[in-house]
């Protein structure tokens, strides 16, 4: 079993930028998608962004323009520059698979201030 393990998350100002890491305890070059996944409180998970091992990436609505999705298979590690940050970005951050592979990190927490 693979483990997840989030970070880079903190508090920053409205405009402000973060990058957020997600190292694997495994290999990810077998794993076609990787993606970032988002809870504020209250609501659900959602989506944010995925990547594919040729590049391909796909971004929530909310976040396009704005998030960047990358991956380097050699570390093991899929990485999500945030930009031009707004505060209903708050949330906990998280990575896995689509099909949800493997079990959710402990995640980072981004928190957006106005």
């Known amino acids: 079993q693979v483990q997840l393990v989030e970070s880079g998350g903190g508090l920053v100002q409205a405009g402000g930028s973060l990058r957020l890491s997600c190292a694997a305890s495994g290999s990810i070059f077998s794993i076609n998608v990787m993606g970032w996944y988002r809870q504020a409180p209250g609501k659900q998970r959602e989506f944010v962004a995925t990547?594919?091992?040729?590049?391909?990436?796909a971004y929530a609505g909310s976040v396009e323009g704005r998030f960047t999705i990358s991956r380097d298979n050699a570390k093991n590690t899929v990485y999500l520059q945030m930009n031009s940050l707004k505060p209903e970005d708050t949330a906990v951050y998280y990575c896995n698979t689509p099909s949800l592979r493997w079990s959710w990190g402990q995640g980072t927490q981004v928190t957006v201030s106005s």
């Open positions: 990547i594919a091992n040729g590049g391909t990436t």
